[in-house]
Protein backbone atom coordinates (compact mmCIF):
# COMPACT_ATOMS: atom_id res chain seq x y z
CA UNK A 1 0.00 0.00 0.00
CA UNK A 2 1.42 3.53 -0.61
CA UNK A 3 -0.18 6.77 -0.09
CA UNK A 4 1.61 9.68 -2.48
CA UNK A 5 0.78 12.90 -1.02
CA UNK A 6 1.21 16.10 -3.48
CA UNK A 7 1.12 19.37 -4.22
CA UNK A 8 2.26 21.76 -1.65
CA UNK A 9 4.43 24.43 -2.10
CA UNK A 10 4.52 28.01 -0.70
CA UNK A 11 1.70 30.30 -1.23
CA UNK A 12 0.90 34.19 -0.54
CA UNK A 13 -1.92 34.55 2.26
CA UNK A 14 -5.63 34.39 0.97
CA UNK A 15 -4.11 32.38 -2.10
CA UNK A 16 -5.86 28.70 -2.74
CA UNK A 17 -3.90 25.55 -2.96
CA UNK A 18 -5.17 21.27 -3.93
CA UNK A 19 -3.20 18.72 -2.96
CA UNK A 20 -3.47 15.50 -4.02
CA UNK A 21 -3.01 12.31 -2.44
CA UNK A 22 -2.76 9.52 -5.19
CA UNK A 23 -2.82 5.64 -3.40
CA UNK A 24 -1.97 2.13 -4.33
CA UNK A 25 -2.73 -0.93 -3.13
CA UNK A 26 -6.05 0.08 -2.04
CA UNK A 27 -9.25 0.80 -4.09
CA UNK A 28 -11.05 4.33 -2.62
CA UNK A 29 -14.33 2.62 -2.84
CA UNK A 30 -13.40 0.18 0.27
CA UNK A 31 -11.26 2.45 2.71
CA UNK A 32 -12.01 5.46 4.50
CA UNK A 33 -9.06 8.59 3.84
CA UNK A 34 -8.35 11.42 5.34
CA UNK A 35 -6.12 14.67 5.60
CA UNK A 36 -4.04 15.54 8.70
CA UNK A 37 -2.01 18.81 9.32
CA UNK A 38 1.36 19.09 11.71
CA UNK A 39 2.85 22.06 12.25
CA UNK A 40 5.93 22.58 13.85
CA UNK A 41 5.76 21.58 16.94
CA UNK A 42 2.34 20.71 17.15
CA UNK A 43 0.39 17.69 17.06
CA UNK A 44 -0.93 16.33 13.98
CA UNK A 45 -4.29 18.02 13.40
CA UNK A 46 -7.45 16.58 11.55
CA UNK A 47 -8.29 18.44 8.78
CA UNK A 48 -11.41 16.18 6.66
CA UNK A 49 -11.96 12.65 5.73
CA UNK A 50 -13.74 10.94 3.53
CA UNK A 51 -15.43 7.41 4.08
CA UNK A 52 -15.04 5.70 0.16
CA UNK A 53 -17.71 3.63 0.16
CA UNK A 54 -20.40 6.51 0.00
CA UNK A 55 -18.86 9.69 -0.37
CA UNK A 56 -19.66 10.62 3.40
CA UNK A 57 -17.36 13.24 4.25
CA UNK A 58 -16.79 14.80 7.77
CA UNK A 59 -14.82 17.81 8.88
CA UNK A 60 -14.22 19.45 12.32
CA UNK A 61 -16.41 22.99 12.45
CA UNK A 62 -12.94 25.33 12.63
CA UNK A 63 -12.31 23.49 9.22
CA UNK A 64 -15.70 23.90 7.27
CA UNK A 65 -15.88 26.64 4.43
CA UNK A 66 -12.41 27.17 3.57
CA UNK A 67 -10.99 22.93 3.60
CA UNK A 68 -12.81 20.70 0.84
CA UNK A 69 -12.04 16.99 0.58
CA UNK A 70 -13.03 14.99 -2.54
CA UNK A 71 -12.83 11.79 -4.28
CA UNK A 72 -11.40 11.22 -7.78
CA UNK A 73 -12.70 7.53 -8.21
CA UNK A 74 -10.89 7.56 -11.91
CA UNK A 75 -7.63 7.75 -10.81
CA UNK A 76 -8.07 6.33 -7.07
CA UNK A 77 -7.26 9.80 -5.18
CA UNK A 78 -8.30 12.27 -3.05
CA UNK A 79 -7.54 15.85 -3.14
CA UNK A 80 -7.86 18.92 -0.31
CA UNK A 81 -9.10 22.10 -1.69
CA UNK A 82 -7.54 25.24 1.24
CA UNK A 83 -8.83 28.53 -0.22
CA UNK A 84 -8.07 31.65 1.74
CA UNK A 85 -4.90 30.59 2.69
CA UNK A 86 -3.82 31.56 6.05
CA UNK A 87 -0.28 31.34 7.71
CA UNK A 88 -1.61 29.39 10.32
CA UNK A 89 -2.42 27.19 7.56
CA UNK A 90 1.76 26.36 6.75
CA UNK A 91 2.21 22.72 8.05
CA UNK A 92 3.21 19.68 6.56
CA UNK A 93 0.15 17.59 4.96
CA UNK A 94 -0.78 13.99 5.36
CA UNK A 95 -3.11 11.52 3.74
CA UNK A 96 -4.05 8.68 5.31
CA UNK A 97 -6.29 5.20 4.78
CA UNK A 98 -8.45 2.67 6.71
CA UNK A 99 -10.75 0.04 5.83
CA UNK A 100 -13.93 1.34 6.25
CA UNK A 101 -15.44 0.08 9.13
CA UNK A 102 -17.79 1.41 11.95
CA UNK A 103 -14.66 1.70 14.27
CA UNK A 104 -13.58 4.19 11.75
CA UNK A 105 -17.15 5.93 11.19
CA UNK A 106 -16.82 6.86 14.48
CA UNK A 107 -12.97 7.59 14.84
CA UNK A 108 -12.17 9.29 11.79
CA UNK A 109 -11.26 12.03 13.66
CA UNK A 110 -8.06 10.21 15.66
CA UNK A 111 -5.03 9.53 13.78
CA UNK A 112 -5.06 6.52 15.52
CA UNK A 113 -7.47 5.60 12.87
CA UNK A 114 -5.36 4.78 10.60
CA UNK A 115 -3.54 2.19 9.16
CA UNK A 116 -1.81 3.62 6.18
CA UNK A 117 -0.09 6.81 5.95
CA UNK A 118 1.60 8.88 2.63
CA UNK A 119 5.03 10.88 3.67
CA UNK A 120 3.43 14.57 4.08
CA UNK A 121 3.68 17.57 1.61
CA UNK A 122 5.01 20.85 3.34
CA UNK A 123 2.78 24.16 2.48
CA UNK A 124 4.60 27.25 3.49
CA UNK A 125 1.87 30.32 3.91
CA UNK A 126 3.70 33.50 3.64
CA UNK A 127 3.57 37.05 2.54
Known amino acids: VQLQASGGGSVQPGGSLKLSCAMS????????VGWFRQAPGKEREWISSLRGTDGQTYQPPSKRGRFTISRENAENSMTLQINSVKPDDTGVYYC?????????????????????WGLGTQVTVSS
Open 25 to 32: GISLNQYG
Open 96 to 116: AAAWSDTYWSNNNHDKNAYDY
